[in-house]
């Protein structure tokens, strides 16, 4: 089984939606989660973190974690076409780790 | 903001030659991490560096890779002998202090091997 997962998509919305990408983990010793943004021929950019279960909100930008069934989930409301690129969900057992990425979700937000 | 930087962008190479991708991590940053991403594939952890020495490196990183901090500002990666499998984009990293959660990311080097 995979540490992280994710649906590779693309994920094609309308300008405007809320576009919700989710992540499943195995392993219950990560303790952080984040989510970067990674746009084509760039680095990772990291946009969220937490490090508990619950909800943790940053202007457009909400990630949820359920440690319970290991599901992590980042919800952009409001999308403009500038948030389309891959979305990498990345775990960590403890900060300054190593980072356990997914393979990326690949969003489209269309004009 | 500030930014890791990497050089070169692109870098193309024979099988069999070496290669030394850099790197120059942001200034008041005293951890380094490399990573890897083979094209359609997820990015992957390579070794991480601190205080003049590995902290952590991956089963990817075998005998063939090195890195070193040759002076106060670079971070350098060596492949010694290249296979066609290594051609990948690779990521340098940086991070203040262990503590911290954001990672900083250079934007690459894609590395193709012939």
């Known amino acids: 089984q995979k540490e992280v997962e994710q649906d590779p998509g693309p994920l094609s919305v309308p300008e405007g939606a809320i576009v919700s990408l989710n992540c499943t983990y195995s392993?219950?010793?990560?303790?952080?989660f984040m989510w970067y943004r990674q746009y084509s021929r760039k680095g990772p950019e990291l946009l969220m973190y937490t490090y508990s279960s619950g909800n943790k909100e940053d202007g457009r930008f909400t990630a949820q974690v359920d440690k319970s069934s290991k599901y992590i989930s980042l919800f952009i409301r409001d999308s403009q076409p500038s948030d389309s690129a891959t979305y990498l969900c990345a775990n960590i057992k403890a900060a300054g780790n190593k980072l356990t990425f997914g393979g990326g979700t690949r969003v489209l937000v269309k004009p | 903001e500030p930014e890791v930087t990497q050089t070169p962008s692109h870098q193309v190479t024979q099988m069999g030659q070496e290669v030394i991708l850099r790197c120059v991590p942001i200034?008041?940053?005293?951890?380094f991490y490399w990573y890897r991403q083979i094209l359609g594939q997820k990015v992957e952890f390579l070794v991480s560096?601190?205080?003049?020495?590995?902290?952590?490196k991956s089963e990817i990183f075998d005998d063939q890779f090195s890195v070193e901090r040759p002076d106060g500002s670079n971070f350098t990666l060596k492949i010694r002998s290249t296979k066609l499998e290594d051609s990948a984009m690779y990521f340098c990293?940086?991070?203040?202090?262990?503590?911290?959660?954001?990672?900083?990311f250079g934007s690459g080097t894609q590395l193709s091997v012939l």
């Open positions: 560096f601190y205080n003049n020495e590995i902290s952590e």
């Open positions: 200034s008041n940053h005293l951890y």
């Open positions: 392993n219950s010793a990560f303790q952080y």
């Open positions: 990293a940086s991070i203040r202090d262990r503590g911290e959660e954001k990672l900083f």
